[in-house]
């Protein structure tokens, strides 16, 4: 068991371009979050899979966010024509059931929109 | 909407002065209360896991607890490295979403 893993930890990118994050749960785990957080801020839901199902959207996911989970296993989330307000950490997370069981997260990964 | 508040904002300690952090929270229908420690720059790292009033759990110098409104995160005789911030977060039984509070920064001085 080594963990969510996320790639790339930090970005940097110029105002307009597109990024994409990717997560990999910790394996065998069905359920995967997305997550932003910025400085001074508890983590904010974005999105939510259950297998390759995204199941639940925040109304902060606008048009320009995107996430997928291909065959149920690591998840891409893409923003594209960033803005600087698109800057904060984007963290993935990871659990084996509904609910109340335990939701792991990984290092995330920072964004910098300049 | 489920609302959490955490107090205070931030918290200083000398080393093995025991204090508690507080969780306020407002939930249709309480599934699970966690608390996380995170770390600057890292993702939040999983503590416990509450369920019910009455609860109790600890882990090494960290006690929770839990009751119909609020729960408390008790430190005991900390030491340097439990300097962090302690988030805490709730699930409701109408979506998968945690709910986090703004967390608490603990300093603990040597």
């Known amino acids: 068991d080594t963990g969510v893993s996320q790639d790339p930890r930090h970005k940097i990118t110029k105002r307009g371009q597109n990024v994409t994050f990717r997560c990999d749960p910790i394996s065998e785990h069905n359920r995967l979050y997305w997550y932003r957080q910025t400085l001074g801020q508890g983590p904010e839901f974005l999105t939510y899979f259950q297998n390759e199902a995204q199941l639940e959207k925040s109304r902060l996911l606008s048009d320009r966010f995107s996430a997928e989970r291909p065959k149920g296993s690591f998840s891409t989330l893409e923003i594209q024509r960033t803005e600087q307000g698109d800057s904060a950490m984007y963290l993935c997370a990871s659990s084996a059931f509904a609910g109340g069981n335990t939701i792991y997260f990984g290092e995330g990964s920072w964004l910098t929109v300049v | 909407e489920d609302q959490v508040t955490q107090s205070p904002e931030a918290l200083r300690l000398q080393e093995g002065e025991s204090s508690s952090l507080n969780c306020s929270y407002t939930?249709?229908?309480?599934?699970?209360l966690f608390w996380y420690r995170q770390d600057p720059g890292k993702g939040p790292e999983f503590l416990f896991t509450l369920y019910s009033a009455g609860e109790e759990k600890e882990k090494e110098r960290l006690k929770a607890t839990l009751t119909k409104k609020e729960s408390f995160l008790h430190i005991t005789a900390p030491k340097p490295e439990d300097s962090a911030t302690y988030l805490c977060a709730v699930t409701n039984f109408g979506n998968e979403k945690l709910t986090f509070g703004t967390g608490t920064r603990l300093t603990i001085i040597p």
């Open positions: 939930v249709s229908g309480l599934r699970g």
